[in-house]
């Protein structure tokens, strides 16, 4: 079956009304539990909805009063979108000049709410769902123009962050290395990036023997360095990137420390962090953010053949270090460890931040809510933790102790690639990465595999891969001053 997957198709139509248009279908209204209506006890939770025909209205409870924040209403959204579609509601309008949605973040946060419910992963389904897409009209008055420009600003994030949800949701038989870096340089052709490639004979000849040997047992696709450009808004002053790196792991087995039933399951998803900066880079050139911004990414398939490192390898890195090998699925962190270095070697930056699922004990220790923060810089630390905040992509700093270190001390190698002991093992990751970063450099790590993907269904996200890191990596771009 051909599709195009540079376009994500919605199953919601966000359209708005026109000045002199007047709604004749039902009006979603959003007000807090504790006002008087006729909500009752059924209107205590976000999201809950009463439906009142006669009235044509359909209220949406916000929860406690004092409670509402920008993510209630994206919650809000979401579960107005749930509704529509389970109860097959064709229309709906909402008024965007309701004080409820003021500051104006809030009205973003309930646009970011219908378009990310509304995102299904449907492409390989023969069946097709018969529900009809519903309709959402937005009625502006006095500020239409301004609300104009709020529903296309949350439509091209979300429309970005459905598509990570899209290529992350792709099994590693669509998405290899290669394929990403097909479908890479034609997002890049086609929102102006410049893009630039390098393949595994490349990767050799430069000396990145770490990316290359976690991609060998492929036989499917080898190793590929993404690299995405986008320029900024030309401005007098020569200014520096900000680079974005991901860990691009279209497929993660273990290798010969191969995952088992419950853990390989899911896999799929250990490209999260690159798709999140893939995203980041057209959300960001489409809304003409104006700093310049690199986004590269460290793509390979752990996979298990004749071909494949093995623990005891001792691997030489593109930075010259030597690595020995204690467990062929702490993969991530070698693939990162020469794109980094990569990146360090090519482009001066403000700041380099990865996004990788890198560790099942970020999961352990910080559950499905945050994503682990490592920094050497206390600013970029705190620039990152307070876009999280403001976007609900939450964080949670975790320390670089040099002590860790002697974790991953080797006796044949200058550094191990794993612990052998069950300690600290999101810190050991950082620790472990920190050995390929420039004192000059300010570096912050995301260790995401707890937020990449959920197994259940969430308030504004279904099961699979969330999209998480957009929100928050944009919020950080656009208040850099
Ligand atoms: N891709 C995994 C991390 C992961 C685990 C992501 C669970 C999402 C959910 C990574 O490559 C890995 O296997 N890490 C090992 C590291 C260990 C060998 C030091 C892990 O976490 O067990
Ligand atoms: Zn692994
Ligand atoms: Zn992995």
């Not at 976690?214 to 690299?227: D, E, F, M, N």
């Not at 996004?355 to 705190?382: C, F, P, Q």
Request: glycine share 8%; net charge negative.
């Amino acid at each position: 079956m051909k599709y195009n997957y540079l376009e994500i198709p919605k199953k919601v139509h966000l359209k708005l009304l026109g000045i002199d248009q007047k709604p004749s279908c039902v009006q979603a209204i959003f007000q807090p539990a504790s006002e008087p209506s006729e909500f009752g006890k059924a209107g205590k939770s976000v999201g809950d909805i009463l439906f009142l025909e006669k009235q044509n209205l359909l209220l949406v409870s916000l929860g406690p009063a004092k409670k509402i924040s920008a993510d209630v209403l994206r919650q809000a959204g979401g579960s107005l979108i749930r509704w529509l579609t389970t109860n097959r509601m064709s229309e709906i309008v909402i008024d965007a000049e309701d004080p409820i949605f003021q500051p104006s973040t809030k009205f973003s946060a309930l646009l970011e709410g219908i378009f990310l419910a509304s995102y299904r992963f449907e492409r390989h389904k023969k069946s097709t769902d018969t529900t009809p897409n519903p309709v959402v009209w937005i009625q502006a008055k006095a500020h239409h123009t301004e609300v104009q420009t709020t529903v296309r600003r949350a439509e091209t994030i979300t429309d970005a962050i459905n598509l990570a949800r899209d290529w992350a949701h792709e099994p590693a038989n669509v998405i290899n290395p290669v394929t990403l870096a097909e479908r890479s340089i034609q997002l890049a052709e086609k929102y102006n990036l410049e893009w630039k490639i390098l393949d595994e004979k490349e990767l050799e000849a430069i000396g990145a023997g770490a990316i290359v040997s976690v991609g060998k047992g492929s036989h499917q696709s080898p190793a590929r360095l993404i690299i995405l450009k986008y320029a900024g808004k030309k401005t007098d002053q020569e200014e520096k990137p900000v680079v974005l790196v991901g860990k691009g792991l279209t497929f993660d087995t273990g290798g010969y420390s191969l995952k088992d039933t419950a853990n390989i399951q899911g896999m799929k998803y250990d490209k999260c962090g690159a798709m999140a900066v893939i995203a980041t880079i057209i959300a960001a050139a489409q809304l003409e953010i104006p700093i310049p911004i690199i986004a590269v990414i460290g793509a390979a398939e752990n996979m298990i053949s004749s071909y494949a490192y093995r623990p005891d390898d001792i691997l030489t890195t593109l930075a010259g270090k030597t690595v020995e090998i204690v467990s062929t699925d702490a993969e991530g962190r070698l693939v990162l460890a020469d794109t980094l270095t990569y990146v360090q070697q090519n482009f001066p930056a403000r700041a380099v931040i990865d996004l990788a699922t890198l560790t099942g004990g970020v999961v352990v220790a910080l559950g499905r809510v945050r994503a682990g923060l490592l920094s050497n810089s206390d600013r970029l630390a705190n620039e990152l933790l307070e876009s999280g905040e403001r976007t609900h992509e939450r964080l949670w700093r975790l320390p670089l102790d040099e002590e860790y270190f002697q974790l991953i001390k080797s006796e044949d190698g200058d550094m191990k690639n794993s612990s052998t002991v069950r300690e600290a093992h999101p810190i050991v990751g950082g620790i472990f990465l920190s050995q390929f970063i420039d004192e000059t450099t300010a570096w912050a790590h995301l260790d995401i595999a707890g937020v990449a993907d959920s197994p259940k269904e969430l308030p504004y996200s279904p099961k699979g891969a969330t999209g998480f890191g957009v929100r928050l990596l944009i919020d950080y771009l656009e208040n850099l001053e």
